[in-house]
C-alpha cells in the first residue's frame, strides 16, 4: 500500500464576495507517494503545493477526486497520528521557550515523563538548536523557527513526515542540515514527502519527483529517469599527450575539442563512441584521465515541456 495516493484531485477557492472569478488551484492532480521513500514535490510559486498538502492533512476539503494516507481518506483521525506536518507558515506560541513548545507537542502526541524529555533533548539536537532551547519563540529568527518546526514535526516518530518547503528561510549550511536529516530519517525506514520551488534540493536527495504546475502534474518518476528523459547526454573526456585534432576517430566523433596545455577536453554527443575513442586515444600514445557523462537536470525537463524557464529564486543560494 502507498504511503500517499492522490487521484484527479481538484480544488476550487471560491471568492468571497460575487464578481470576482474562482480559482482554481488543483486541476486534476495526481501522484502517489510509495513507503520508505523521499518525494519531492516540485513546483514554482501557485502551483498548488500547500493546497494539495493540507487536503492530505485534513485540514482543508477538496473539491473533487481522492486523497488517501495509508489507504485511508485524508484527515483520518487515527492516520493523522501516523503522520509528522511541517505547515508552510507555521503558528507558534510566541512565549513558550523552544523547550516548552516541543513539550506542549510531545504531551499532545502523548508523551510524558524521561521518554518526553529524552524526546526533546534528542530533537534540539537534531535541528541543532540545544543552545537555544530557553529562548523564547518570539526572539527566534526565521531559520531558528523553521528548524523548531521541524522537530515539532517529528516529536512522536510518525511514519510519515510532510513538510511544506523545509529548507526555506535556511542559509547554505541549515539547508544541508535539512537534507541530511531528511535523508536520516528514510535510512530509517520512514516516508518523507517535501514540497519545494529548489530543483537541486529534489536533484539531491529526492527518490522520485512529481512536478506540479498550475494544479496539474506536469511529470512524475525517478529524479534519475527524469533527470536524463529525452535529453542528450553528452560524455566529456579528458585525455593528455596527444593532438586529439590529428587523430581521426576523435575529431569526427567530437562536438567540441577543447585545449589547454597538454591536456585536451573532448565532448562527444552521446555514449555511442565512447570506447572507440579511448581506443584511439590509446593507439596514439596518449593517456586517458577521466570520462563523465553529463546528466540533463529537471530544469531542463521544465524547459522542455513548458517552453519557460524554470523561475529562480534571487534569495536562495545553492551550495554545489
Ligand atoms: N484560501 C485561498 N483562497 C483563494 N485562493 C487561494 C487560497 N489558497 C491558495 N489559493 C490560490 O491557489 C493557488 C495555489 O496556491 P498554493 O498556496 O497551493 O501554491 P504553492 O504551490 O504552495 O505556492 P508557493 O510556492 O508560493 O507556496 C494560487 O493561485 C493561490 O493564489
Ligand atoms: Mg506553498
Redesign the pocket.
Known amino acids: 500500500m502507498d504511503a500517499i495516493v492522490v487521484e484527479e484531485l481538484r480544488k476550487v477557492?471560491k471568492p468571497g464576495w460575487p464578481g470576482r472569478p474562482n480559482?482554481t488551484?488543483l486541476d486534476g492532480l495526481s501522484f502517489s507517494v510509495r513507503r520508505g521513500e523521499i518525494f519531492g514535490f516540485l513546483?514554482?510559486?501557485?502551483?498548488?503545493?500547500?493546497?494539495?498538502l493540507k487536503i492530505l492533512m485534513g485540514l482543508m476539503r477538496a473539491s473533487g477526486g481522492r486523497a488517501e494516507v495509508f489507504g485511508k481518506p485524508a484527515g483520518d483521525v487515527q492516520t493523522r497520528a501516523m503522520i509528522g506536518f511541517l505547515p508552510?507558515s507555521p503558528y507558534f506560541y510566541d512565549y513558550l521557550t523552544a523547550e516548552e513548545f516541543l513539550a506542549f507537542y510531545g504531551q499532545l502526541a502523548g508523551l510524558d515523563g524521561v521518554k518526553l524529555r529524552e524526546r526533546i533533548v534528542e530533537l534540539l539536537d537534531l535541528v541543532g538548536m540545544t543552545e537555544a532551547r530557553h529562548r523564547q519563540l518570539r526572539k527566534f529568527s526565521k531559520g531558528m523557527l523553521q528548524r523548531v518546526g521541524l522537530a515539532q514535526a517529528l516529536i512522536h516518530d510518525p511514519e510519515l513526515v510532510v513538510l511544506d518547503?523545509p529548507m526555506s528561510g535556511l542559509d547554505p549550511i541549515g539547508r544541508k542540515q535539512v537534507r541530511d536529516l531528511i535523508l536520516g530519517l528514510r535510512d530509517r525506514g520512514k516516508t518523507v514527502c517535501f514540497?519545494t520551488?529548489i530543483i537541486p534540493d529534489v536533484e539531491m536527495i529526492c527518490d522520485r519527483v512529481g512536478v506540479?504546475v498550475k494544479?496539474k502534474l506536469l511529470a512524475s518518476g525517478p529524479v534519475d529517469e527524469l533527470m536524463s528523459r529525452g535529453q542528450t547526454q553528452t560524455v566529456e573526456i579528458v585525455c593528455e599527450g596527444i593532438d586529439p585534432h590529428a587523430v581521426n576517430a576523435i575529431h569526427a566523433s567530437a562536438t567540441r575539442v577543447i585545449e589547454r596545455g597538454r591536456r585536451a577536453l573532448v565532448v562527444l554527443p552521446g555514449s555511442d563512441r565512447v570506447d572507440e575513442v579511448i581506443r584511439a586515444i590509446h593507439a596514439h600514445g596518449g593517456r586517458l584521465m577521466s570520462v563523465t557523462p553529463q546528466k540533463g537536470s529537471l530544469e531542463e525537463l521544465f524547459f522542455a515541456q513548458t517552453g519557460t524557464p524554470w523561475p529562480a529564486d534571487p534569495n536562495v543560494k545553492v551550495p554545489a
Open positions: 477557492f480559482v488551484a513546483g514554482p510559486n501557485g502551483a498548488g503545493k500547500t493546497t494539495t508552510e518547503e514540497s520551488h506540479v494544479g
